[in-house]
């Protein structure tokens, strides 16, 4: 178990203007320079985790408010938006409904106690205790903001992580990777685009190519299934097709989900080829162009459309980190506190961070369940380490894994307490088990009467609109 210490700046002489009330603009660069307040407690990031973990402290110091705060909180992130990430694969696809595309981090930073400021990490000075971000530009390519430094006295680096293309030729040019919201829009686009090309040219399905078998894979696999299929209903010429969409599942290991047990594996597999997808598995995609894939090096299959699933990596940005340790999957090495090898100021969590929490476990899974049970920790952790209180090392505890196959489908278990205890779960039920984890995800951030009227207006959009989102 590790202790902490505090920093050399140690918290700040708590400031006579409250920071609770005083709200800043989106972004103030002289704000963001000049920081004499509270102890700073900075996070990067406002993901599964990170967002979860602004709003844990934030609603911790609310409570302290009254004995003067010892810390504010802001949040960074590149983003005005927070998405639910395991639900990328249905805004791809057009099927999520209009009230889960996202929340608004500027609402979410009134309601908990924190601040929010739009910005893109770019690198880091540890001496200064100063992160900088990157200029901030508009869509037309105008800055908004240049590169500016903000000052932190704790630093949560929570940028999640992109997908690892093991520098295969042709994938950042040709395959779509869903590493974020903007991603999946684009790839909701394009498949529109091949819909639209298929019913022009009246025959022959869209042929859809996904490489990688894991969770993000078969899930979008089984939500394109449906989302052609309604798209098809809808048209005329797509509708005479036997089958409206071509969609190859491939994967370079012996099956699908490996992460999960052999039994779900199998299920997973057996439910998707019922539906129709082509499961290729042992093979390997080696190149990636505009409308075919390389299997082994020989075989071309045609593919309108490319989707790249295979594993996840750390984002660039962590190579610019002031030399903190990255392993092999370029993740920021980090103790069972969950603070960097090298520096005890600076935290990382959720997918961008390694941490071994015993010597000889596993490393704590690059997972939802694992980011959010890290911003709990973290929320009391670094509050204690304020009050100079010990710190026991971060646990992770496996609650179970559930994969989405469909709007009225799923498989996988849930774990108990007791190890080696779970109940394996499919059908409709694994279905609503695997929406209560985001439904919980929403409740904690705006409370269950917002997150039922939510809910109410999904079902109404359900009933009064197309089941796939056409724009
Ligand atoms: C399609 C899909 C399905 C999945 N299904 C599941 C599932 O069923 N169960 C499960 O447990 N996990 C699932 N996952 C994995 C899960 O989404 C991640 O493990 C989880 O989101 C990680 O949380 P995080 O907080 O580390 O990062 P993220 O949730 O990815 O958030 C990272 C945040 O950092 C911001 N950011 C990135 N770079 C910067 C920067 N340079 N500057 C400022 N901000 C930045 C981003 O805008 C984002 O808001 C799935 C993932 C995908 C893609």
């Known amino acids: ?16 203007s409250s920071f609770h009330d005083s709200r800043p603009a989106l972004f103030s660069t002289s704000e963001l320079r000049e920081h004499g307040g509270p102890h700073r407690i900075v996070i990067v990031g406002g993901g599964a985790g990170g967002l979860e973990l602004a709003v844990h402290l934030g609603e911790q110091l609310r409570k302290l408010r009254r004995r003067e705060a010892p810390a504010e909180v802001v949040l960074i992130d590149a983003a005005l938006t927070h998405v639910w990430k395991p639900w990328l694969h249905e805004l791809a696809a ?40 990157a200029p901030l530009v508009d869509d037309e390519g105008t800055e908004i903001a240049p590169r500016r430094p903000v000052a932190y006295d ?8 992109i997908v690892n293309d093991f520098h295969t030729p042709g994938v950042a040019e040709h395959a779509i990777a869903l590493n974020s919201a903007a991603d999946a829009t684009r790839f909701h686009r394009l498949l529109l685009a091949a819909c639209a090309r298929a019913e022009v040219r009246s025959g022959g399905p869209v042929q859809i190519a996904i490489v990688g078998g894991g969770a993000t894979g078969v899930e979008l696999a089984a939500e394109l299934i449906e989302s052609v299929h309604a798209i098809a209903g809808l048209g005329t010429e797509l509708r005479q097709e036997p089958q409206p969409v071509q969609l190859r599942l491939i994967e370079s290991g012996d099956r699908l989900v490996s992460a999960l047990s052999e039994d779900i594996s199998r299920q997973a597999r057996e439910d998707l080829e019922a539906r129709g997808v082509e499961v290729l598995l042992g093979r390997r995609v080696t190149e990636v162009a505009a409308n075919h894939v390389v299997l082994d090096g020989h075989e071309v299959l045609p593919a309108e459309l490319t989707v790249w ?12 980190l002031d030399g903190l340790e990255l392993n092999r999957s370029r ?17 990382a969590m959720g997918d961008c961070a390694s941490c071994v929490p015993e010597a000889g476990a596993p ?12 911003a709990r920790y973290l929320a009391d952790a670094l509050l204690r380490r304020l009050e100079s209180r010990p710190v026991e090392g971060f646990r992770f505890h ?60 999904n079902w109404i959009d359900g009933r009064t609109q197309a089941r796939v989102k056409l724009h």
């Open 309 to 320: 699933a295979a594993g996840i990596r750390g984002p660039e940005v962590l190579e610019k």
């Open 398 to 457: 496996d609650r179970g894994s559930l994969v989405s196959l469909g709007s009225r489908d799923a498989v996988g278990r849930i774990l108990g307490r007791m190890p080696g205890h779970g109940v394996r779960l499919q059908g409709l039920l694994a279905r609503w088990a695997y929406w209560s984890a985001h439904h919980a995800h929403m409740v904690r951030l705006q409370g269950a009467l917002r997150t039922a009227w939510d809910q109410v207006g």
């Open 94 to 133: 057009g099927t999520l409904g209009g009230h889960d595309a996202g929340v608004e981090f500027l609402q979410q930073a009134r309601r908990h106690n924190f601040r929010f400021h739009l910005g893109t990490l770019e690198s880091l000075d540890r001496a200064r205790h100063e992160l900088w971000l």
């Open 331 to 347: 993740q920021l090495l980090v103790r069972d506190t969950l603070q960097s090898t090298l520096d005890a100021d600076v935290f």
């Open 1 to 16: 178990m590790n202790r902490w210490h505090l920093s050399p700046g140690g918290p700040r002489s708590p400031s006579s």
């Open 154 to 161: 704790t630093l949560v680096i929570a940028v999640g992580s």
């Open 363 to 374: 490393a704590v899974p690059p997972r939802a369940q694992a980011a959010q049970q890290e």
